[in-house]
């Protein structure tokens, strides 16, 4: 089983920036895709980003391009969202999620972390 934790959140003001963390244990880091989905108040979880388990390969959604950068070290068995250019539409619950298959850990994925607050005040 794998277990994921994220941490980092907080509240911010616009214009500012966060960093998210998500420690993964359970099984071998380096297997899996990794992504993050955000959901905002009254919404649906949504997708964020998603990097590969070599970090070869990422996908943002479009509206983080150029702002959000995901990134892992696999030594730390963790994955990062930094979040730039902070906007009041970013406030959500910053979701971690693992699959073993990338395309995976952009809809569906195998897991998911309990959630941090993001709250970015304008």
Same mark, same amino acid.
């Given at each position: ?7 980092? @959140?907080?509240?911010? $003001?616009?214009? !500012?920036?966060? &960093?998210?963390?998500? %420690? ?10 990794? @992504?993050?989905?955000? $959901?905002?108040? !009254?919404?649906? &979880?949504?997708?964020? %980003? ?24 696999? %030594? ?47």
């Amino acid at each position: 089983q794998v277990q994921l934790v994220e941490s980092g @959140g907080g509240v911010v $003001q616009a214009g !500012g920036s966060l &960093r998210l963390s998500c %420690a993964q244990s359970g099984r071998t880091f380096s297997n899996y895709a990794m @992504g993050w989905f955000r $959901q905002g108040p !009254g919404k649906e &979880r949504k997708f964020v %980003a998603a990097m590969s388990w070599s970090g070869g390969t990422t996908y943002y959604t479009d509206s983080v391009k150029g702002r959000f950068t995901i990134s892992r070290d696999n %030594a730390k068995n963790t994955v990062y969202l930094q979040m730039n250019s902070l906007k009041a539409e970013d406030t959500a619950i910053y979701y971690c999620a693992a699959s073993a298959d990338l395309l995976a850990a952009t809809t569906m994925p195998a897991y998911w972390g309990q959630g941090t607050q993001v709250t970015v005040s304008s």
